[in-house]
């Protein structure tokens, strides 16, 4: 029998969006957790989720544990405490790009968040509902004006910026919009009388309700 051990195989990727942006950027080149924050917060990942040091360390250490990164160097600047420089491992990348391309071609199948209340909002009567899809159409044009007015800005200290890397945000601000023109048109059917607001005994009537 041969005493060769079996090749150790990475356990499995903890899909977080922390350990997302871990590994996009030690595919860029190493670097220590303390500047792997930094650049999450220059980048504004803070977007996407919340940037606590200890998540970030917590997401380091779990990725190194798995072998989807490794350590590759120590050093230390003066008098600060020394910082472990970590690289991503063949197996990370290999990970990254099926993490990746997954998120990317397949539509999730969860609800947005907006689902939920709409399932419901028969409870809220005609009139509140009415009043709540009108500050949702209000809250909705400050945030496409607030995105709109932040790129700009950005643009302006940061010209010729490569579109790819802002990319999230085009997309969210797409579906804020997407957003906005649903709800504009569903308030103007609502009072016109096109989205026919049922009655309890409509609903009894229809054996929808007991």
Do not use: C
């Amino acid at each position: 029998m041969s005493n060769e051990q079996p090749p150790r195989r990475a356990r499995p990727l903890p899909r977080t969006p922390v350990a997302l942006s871990v590994l996009n950027l030690l595919n860029e080149r190493p670097m220590h957790p303390y500047e792997m924050r930094s650049h999450m917060r220059e980048r504004g990942h803070d977007r996407a989720f919340r940037i606590k040091e200890s998540s970030v360390y917590d997401t380091v250490a779990r990725l190194a544990d798995r072998g989807f990164i490794e350590p590759v160097e120590v050093n230390r600047e003066g008098r600060r405490p020394e910082r472990t420089v970590y690289a991503i491992t063949e197996a990370g990348r290999d990970e990254l790009l099926v993490w990746l391309w997954d998120l990317a071609s397949e539509p999730a199948a969860e609800f947005p968040p907006f689902a939920a209340p709409l399932m419901f909002i028969y409870s809220l009567g005609k009139d509140r509902t009415l009043a709540a899809l009108q500050e949702r159409a209000a809250r909705l044009e400050a945030d496409i004006s607030a995105s709109a007015a932040y790129r700009r800005a950005f643009e302006e200290q940061l010209p010729g910026f490569p579109r790819i890397f802002g990319i999230e945000e085009e997309y969210a601000q797409a579906m804020r919009r997407a957003e906005l023109a649903w709800v504009r048109a569903t308030l103007a059917e609502l009072r016109d009388g096109t989205f026919p607001w049922p009655t309890i005994e409509d609903l009894r009537e229809g054996g929808l309700v007991s």
